[in-house]
T-cell receptor
Framework: KNQVEQSPQSLIILEGKNCTLQCNYTVSPFSNLRWYKQDTGRGPVSLTIMTFSENTKSNGRYTATLDADTKQSSLHITASQLSDSASYIC????????????FGKGTRLSVIA | DAGITQSPRHKVTETGTPVTLRCHQTENHRYMYWYRQDPGHGLRLIHYSYGVKDTDKGEVSDGYSVSRSKTEDFLLTLESATSSQTSVYFCAIGLAGVSDTQYFGPGTRLTVL
Protein backbone atom coordinates (compact mmCIF):
# COMPACT_ATOMS: atom_id res chain seq x y z
CA LYS A 1 0.00 0.00 0.00
CA ASN A 2 1.29 3.46 -0.91
CA GLN A 3 1.99 5.41 2.24
CA VAL A 4 3.78 8.54 3.41
CA GLU A 5 4.86 8.77 7.04
CA GLN A 6 6.10 12.01 8.56
CA SER A 7 7.94 12.60 11.79
CA PRO A 8 7.76 14.11 14.24
CA GLN A 9 4.03 14.84 14.46
CA SER A 10 4.79 18.13 16.14
CA LEU A 11 7.85 20.14 17.05
CA ILE A 12 8.54 23.24 19.10
CA ILE A 13 11.77 25.16 18.59
CA LEU A 14 13.20 28.51 19.59
CA GLU A 15 13.43 31.29 17.06
CA GLY A 16 16.77 31.25 15.29
CA LYS A 17 17.31 27.51 15.72
CA ASN A 18 17.49 24.96 12.92
CA CYS A 19 15.27 21.92 12.57
CA THR A 20 14.79 18.91 10.33
CA LEU A 21 11.53 17.24 9.41
CA GLN A 22 11.40 13.68 8.11
CA CYS A 23 9.34 11.94 5.45
CA ASN A 24 9.44 8.21 4.68
CA TYR A 25 7.43 6.79 1.82
CA THR A 26 6.52 3.50 0.22
CA VAL A 27 5.00 4.94 -2.96
CA SER A 28 5.91 3.04 -6.08
CA PRO A 29 6.66 3.65 -8.87
CA PHE A 30 8.01 6.98 -7.67
CA SER A 31 7.52 10.11 -9.73
CA ASN A 32 8.33 13.08 -7.52
CA LEU A 33 8.16 14.38 -3.97
CA ARG A 34 6.95 17.75 -2.78
CA TRP A 35 7.04 19.61 0.47
CA TYR A 36 4.14 21.97 1.17
CA LYS A 37 3.79 24.56 3.90
CA GLN A 38 0.33 25.12 5.33
CA ASP A 39 -0.30 28.10 7.56
CA THR A 40 -3.20 27.83 9.98
CA GLY A 41 -6.48 28.53 8.19
CA ARG A 42 -4.86 28.61 4.75
CA GLY A 43 -4.34 26.20 1.89
CA PRO A 44 -0.99 24.44 1.40
CA VAL A 45 1.72 26.20 -0.61
CA SER A 46 4.43 24.31 -2.48
CA LEU A 47 7.98 24.78 -1.15
CA THR A 48 10.02 22.34 -3.23
CA ILE A 49 9.63 19.55 -5.74
CA MET A 50 12.18 16.79 -6.21
CA THR A 51 12.44 14.12 -8.86
CA PHE A 52 14.23 10.78 -8.70
CA SER A 53 17.56 12.19 -9.85
CA GLU A 54 17.69 15.12 -7.42
CA ASN A 55 19.35 14.80 -4.01
CA THR A 56 19.02 18.34 -2.70
CA LYS A 57 16.95 21.38 -3.47
CA SER A 58 16.83 24.69 -1.68
CA ASN A 59 14.25 27.44 -1.43
CA GLY A 60 15.65 30.21 0.72
CA ARG A 61 16.05 28.90 4.26
CA TYR A 62 14.36 25.63 3.31
CA THR A 63 16.47 22.74 2.03
CA ALA A 64 14.94 19.44 1.00
CA THR A 65 16.89 16.24 0.52
CA LEU A 66 15.85 13.02 -1.15
CA ASP A 67 17.31 9.53 -0.89
CA ALA A 68 15.41 7.48 -3.45
CA ASP A 69 17.20 4.29 -2.42
CA THR A 70 15.99 4.42 1.18
CA LYS A 71 12.79 6.26 0.22
CA GLN A 72 13.41 9.04 2.65
CA SER A 73 13.24 12.80 2.41
CA SER A 74 13.97 15.56 4.86
CA LEU A 75 13.17 19.24 5.06
CA HIS A 76 15.74 21.34 6.87
CA ILE A 77 14.82 24.80 8.06
CA THR A 78 17.70 27.12 8.86
CA ALA A 79 17.59 30.04 11.28
CA SER A 80 13.91 29.59 11.99
CA GLN A 81 11.55 32.54 12.18
CA LEU A 82 8.22 32.96 13.89
CA SER A 83 6.59 32.92 10.44
CA ASP A 84 7.85 29.37 9.92
CA SER A 85 5.19 28.19 12.37
CA ALA A 86 2.97 26.02 10.20
CA SER A 87 2.26 22.46 9.17
CA TYR A 88 4.67 20.94 6.68
CA ILE A 89 3.24 18.28 4.41
CA CYS A 90 5.18 15.74 2.37
CA UNK A 91 3.44 14.62 -0.82
CA UNK A 92 4.68 11.80 -3.03
CA UNK A 93 3.50 11.24 -6.59
CA UNK A 94 3.31 7.84 -8.21
CA UNK A 95 3.80 7.39 -11.92
CA UNK A 96 0.67 5.29 -12.16
CA UNK A 97 -2.04 3.66 -10.11
CA UNK A 98 -5.33 4.60 -8.55
CA UNK A 99 -3.73 6.87 -5.96
CA UNK A 100 -1.26 9.00 -7.91
CA UNK A 101 -0.81 11.47 -5.05
CA UNK A 102 -0.16 10.34 -1.49
CA PHE A 103 -0.20 12.94 1.28
CA GLY A 104 1.52 12.67 4.61
CA LYS A 105 -0.34 13.83 7.72
CA GLY A 106 2.12 16.65 8.22
CA THR A 107 4.43 17.92 10.94
CA ARG A 108 3.17 20.80 13.03
CA LEU A 109 6.06 23.21 13.69
CA SER A 110 5.83 25.93 16.30
CA VAL A 111 8.59 28.51 16.48
CA ILE A 112 8.60 30.46 19.74
CA ALA A 113 10.46 33.59 20.76
CA ASP B 1 -3.86 31.88 -3.23
CA ALA B 2 -2.96 31.75 -6.94
CA GLY B 3 -6.22 33.16 -8.30
CA ILE B 4 -8.44 30.60 -6.60
CA THR B 5 -11.50 31.47 -4.58
CA GLN B 6 -13.84 29.21 -2.68
CA SER B 7 -17.35 29.95 -1.57
CA PRO B 8 -18.70 29.90 0.96
CA ARG B 9 -15.72 30.07 3.32
CA HIS B 10 -17.78 28.81 6.23
CA LYS B 11 -21.05 26.92 6.33
CA VAL B 12 -23.13 25.25 9.00
CA THR B 13 -25.88 22.95 7.85
CA GLU B 14 -28.08 20.16 9.11
CA THR B 15 -27.90 16.46 8.40
CA GLY B 16 -29.80 15.50 5.28
CA THR B 17 -29.64 18.85 3.53
CA PRO B 18 -27.91 19.31 0.18
CA VAL B 19 -24.80 21.46 0.10
CA THR B 20 -22.84 22.87 -2.84
CA LEU B 21 -19.35 24.29 -2.55
CA ARG B 22 -17.90 26.38 -5.34
CA CYS B 23 -14.35 26.72 -6.54
CA HIS B 24 -13.50 29.49 -9.00
CA GLN B 25 -10.14 30.03 -10.70
CA THR B 26 -8.79 32.82 -12.88
CA GLU B 27 -5.65 30.94 -13.99
CA ASN B 28 -7.19 28.92 -16.84
CA HIS B 29 -5.64 25.73 -15.41
CA ARG B 30 -6.92 22.51 -16.92
CA TYR B 31 -6.96 20.41 -13.75
CA MET B 32 -9.09 21.10 -10.69
CA TYR B 33 -9.37 19.07 -7.50
CA TRP B 34 -11.47 18.80 -4.39
CA TYR B 35 -9.86 17.58 -1.16
CA ARG B 36 -11.01 17.23 2.41
CA GLN B 37 -8.73 17.68 5.39
CA ASP B 38 -9.50 16.17 8.77
CA PRO B 39 -7.49 15.94 12.00
CA GLY B 40 -5.35 12.80 12.01
CA HIS B 41 -5.58 12.44 8.25
CA GLY B 42 -3.63 13.87 5.40
CA LEU B 43 -5.40 15.67 2.60
CA ARG B 44 -7.65 13.20 0.82
CA LEU B 45 -8.77 13.53 -2.76
CA ILE B 46 -12.54 13.51 -3.32
CA HIS B 47 -12.89 14.16 -7.04
CA TYR B 48 -10.91 15.84 -9.73
CA SER B 49 -11.48 17.25 -13.19
CA TYR B 50 -9.17 17.19 -16.19
CA GLY B 51 -11.32 19.39 -18.40
CA VAL B 52 -14.79 20.76 -18.89
CA LYS B 53 -17.27 17.98 -18.17
CA ASP B 54 -14.41 15.54 -17.57
CA THR B 55 -14.25 14.33 -13.98
CA ASP B 56 -13.02 11.31 -12.06
CA LYS B 57 -13.29 9.91 -8.56
CA GLY B 58 -10.68 10.15 -5.86
CA GLU B 59 -10.15 7.94 -2.84
CA VAL B 60 -13.09 9.30 -0.76
CA SER B 61 -15.76 10.05 -3.36
CA ASP B 62 -18.74 8.32 -1.71
CA GLY B 63 -21.46 10.83 -0.87
CA TYR B 64 -20.04 13.52 -3.14
CA SER B 65 -20.63 14.57 -6.72
CA VAL B 66 -18.97 17.21 -8.85
CA SER B 67 -19.63 19.20 -11.97
CA ARG B 68 -17.53 21.37 -14.22
CA SER B 69 -19.45 23.21 -16.93
CA LYS B 70 -16.83 25.93 -17.38
CA THR B 71 -13.04 25.91 -17.17
CA GLU B 72 -13.07 28.31 -14.25
CA ASP B 73 -15.67 26.67 -12.01
CA PHE B 74 -15.67 23.33 -10.21
CA LEU B 75 -18.62 22.52 -7.95
CA LEU B 76 -18.69 19.97 -5.17
CA THR B 77 -22.12 18.77 -4.05
CA LEU B 78 -23.05 16.83 -0.97
CA GLU B 79 -26.44 15.41 -1.96
CA SER B 80 -27.49 14.69 1.62
CA ALA B 81 -24.97 15.95 4.14
CA THR B 82 -23.94 13.72 7.04
CA SER B 83 -22.00 14.53 10.20
CA SER B 84 -19.04 12.53 8.86
CA GLN B 85 -18.73 15.13 6.11
CA THR B 86 -17.88 17.84 8.62
CA SER B 87 -14.47 18.89 7.41
CA VAL B 88 -12.37 21.55 5.77
CA TYR B 89 -12.62 21.34 2.01
CA PHE B 90 -9.85 22.56 -0.25
CA CYS B 91 -9.97 23.19 -3.95
CA ALA B 92 -6.75 23.00 -5.94
CA ILE B 93 -5.75 23.66 -9.52
CA GLY B 94 -2.91 22.42 -11.70
CA LEU B 95 -1.59 22.92 -15.19
CA ALA B 96 -0.61 19.38 -16.02
CA GLY B 97 -1.46 15.98 -14.58
CA VAL B 98 -2.18 14.88 -11.05
CA SER B 99 1.51 14.59 -10.21
CA ASP B 100 2.17 18.22 -11.16
CA THR B 101 2.35 21.04 -8.61
CA GLN B 102 -1.08 21.98 -7.31
CA TYR B 103 -2.15 25.41 -6.09
CA PHE B 104 -4.65 25.41 -3.28
CA GLY B 105 -7.53 27.69 -2.46
CA PRO B 106 -8.22 29.12 1.02
CA GLY B 107 -10.57 26.32 2.07
CA THR B 108 -14.19 26.02 3.15
CA ARG B 109 -15.02 24.95 6.68
CA LEU B 110 -18.22 22.88 6.63
CA THR B 111 -20.02 21.80 9.77
CA VAL B 112 -22.89 19.33 9.53
CA LEU B 113 -25.01 19.19 12.67
Amino acid sequence: KNQVEQSPQSLIILEGKNCTLQCNYTVSPFSNLRWYKQDTGRGPVSLTIMTFSENTKSNGRYTATLDADTKQSSLHITASQLSDSASYICVVSAQSGNTPLVFGKGTRLSVIA
Amino acid sequence: DAGITQSPRHKVTETGTPVTLRCHQTENHRYMYWYRQDPGHGLRLIHYSYGVKDTDKGEVSDGYSVSRSKTEDFLLTLESATSSQTSVYFCAIGLAGVSDTQYFGPGTRLTVL
